[in-house]
């Protein structure tokens, strides 16, 4: 396998740029650039020369054999001063050793993986701390990087197999005409280990923490939908005119409130029909929105929103604006009355939907996992053949399997890995 290469920490210029290398040929790289005696496991000063003699940089290097390291491998780890120059000559000094090449996105962690350091669902919690952009992001990434879901899941698997050491010695051991060999508490751990499942099938989706809770704005022409999707975003992002129909798209922001992710969405105004093709474009993407929304908000006559859209009274400040009776909200969106308050409630029910701090959330690809070992179990019944019972329980051991990765597909690992940085 091939020595792989890469700058693993920010791009320069920086204070320190360190350059990583893992691999078989670890050592040598540190060798050639470094010269002879460089300790194992311990920071030192040297002076790094390419291999025609030329100083590249007096910095601190490090020796790390393996499989005691990140990677599994010997990595060797060059922290340098930061400038652009540097990196780029010192790259170029690693490339021209036999043996050596740069890492693509994400092969470190993927040889930590192969080489039994983390599992895939750690892996993927790491992909989700390195682009986790609010503080409920990262808390969520750092307890499944930490290995939350993989103890779990590993518990859950244990249960499976002694399930099934039962069914193997009822099966080994029962008379022929006897299909009553299993314990008596049986079928209660059945139910138990189905229940949690199901538990934590119904806990919010990491999707909701990546994506931000989605808040669609919606409503007629001209009620103010623009001016408070501005005012919500901080950011003149939307056109707004007093003419009506000048949203004629969807428009997208994200956004931190309260540390909480957002994604609010501005729509094209909804009427019955439009004389224009453009117009009636927006209404059917703007529709569409409404299905895909984890809280719309209504700004168009009172009881003519989607169900459970949040009625907003909008415009506050104009005379002629028709009150609500019982709204969500009250806002004049351009003189800025009330949005703080509209900011709190969205904030306040955004948390209510999201995974609690520091709580694990599973992804799709996790969810979906999850769910196949659910139904395997929660199918199984008493007096039914035990030898559908064994492979019910297969099935659900092999979904634990394939969640923290000991058996994967390449594509899989290929998308996953897609998502790091090639220094990681």
């Known amino acids: 396998m091939d020595t792989i290469f890469a700058l693993s920490s920010g791009a320069p210029p920086a204070g320190i740029a360190i350059v990583r290398v893992s691999g078989a040929q670890a050592g040598e790289a540190m060798r050639v650039l470094a010269g002879e005696g460089v300790p194992p496991r311990r920071a030192v000063t040297r002076t790094l020369?390419?291999?025609?003699?030329?100083?590249?940089?007096?910095?601190?290097?490090?020796?790390?054999?393996?499989?005691?390291?990140?990677?599994?491998?010997?990595?060797?780890?060059?922290?340098?001063?930061?400038?652009?120059?540097?990196?780029?000559?010192?790259?170029?000094?690693?490339?021209?050793?036999?043996?050596?090449?740069?890492?693509?996105?994400?092969?470190?962690?993927?040889?930590?993986?192969?080489?039994?350091?983390?599992?895939?669902?750690?892996?993927?919690?790491?992909?989700?701390?390195?682009s986790a952009e609010t503080e409920l992001q990262r808390r969520s990434a750092m307890a499944m990087a930490g290995g939350a879901l993989s103890q779990r899941v590993g518990a859950w698997r244990d249960g499976v197999l002694a399930l099934s050491a039962q069914v193997e010695a009822a099966l080994d051991f029962a008379d022929e005409d006897d299909v009553a060999g299993l314990p008596e508490d049986f079928a209660r751990a059945v139910e138990a280990l189905a229940a949690e499942l199901a538990g934590w099938l119904e806990r919010p989706r990491a999707e909701l923490l990546r994506e931000g809770f989605r808040v669609v704005l919606a409503g007629p022409p001209n009620a103010g939908k623009s001016t408070l999707f501005n005012a919500l975003v901080e950011n003149e992002a939307a056109i707004t005119a007093p003419t009506a129909g000048t949203t004629r798209d969807v428009l997208e922001r994200s956004v931190a409130l309260g540390g909480v992710p957002f994604t609010f969405v501005d729509t094209a105004g909804l009427r019955e029909r439009s004389d224009d093709a453009v117009e009636t474009i927006g209404i059917s993407r703007a529709r569409a929105q409404l299905d895909r929304a984890d809280l719309v908000l209504w700004l168009g006559p009172e009881g003519e929103g989607p169900a459970g859209a949040r009625e907003v009274e909008a415009k506050t400040d104009l005379a002629a604006t028709p009150a609500k009776s019982q709204p969500w909200a009250r806002v004049s969106a351009l003189g800025g009355e009330d949005v703080d308050e509209l900011r709190r409630a969205l904030i306040d029910t955004a948390r209510a939907a999201m995974p609690a701090p520091g709580e694990v959330a599973l992804n799709a690809r996790q969810h979906a996992l999850l769910a196949e070992a659910h139904r395997a179990l929660a199918t199984i019944a008493p007096g039914e053949d035990l030898l559908l019972t064994a492979e019910k329980l297969r099935l659900a051991r092999v979904a634990f399997d394939r969640l923290i990765g000991r058996s994967s597909t390449e594509d899989m690992l290929d998308a996953l890995f897609g998502r790091f940085c090639i220094g990681k």
């Open 49 to 130: 020369c390419d291999a025609g003699g030329a100083v590249l940089d007096r910095t601190l290097v490090l020796f790390l054999p393996g499989p005691a390291t990140a990677t599994g491998e010997d990595v060797a780890e060059f922290h340098l001063h930061g400038g652009r120059a540097v990196v780029a000559a010192v790259e170029a000094a690693l490339e021209r050793i036999e043996g050596l090449r740069r890492a693509e996105p994400g092969e470190f962690t993927r040889r930590a993986l192969a080489n039994g350091k983390l599992d895939l669902a750690e892996a993927e919690g790491l992909a989700d701390l390195l």
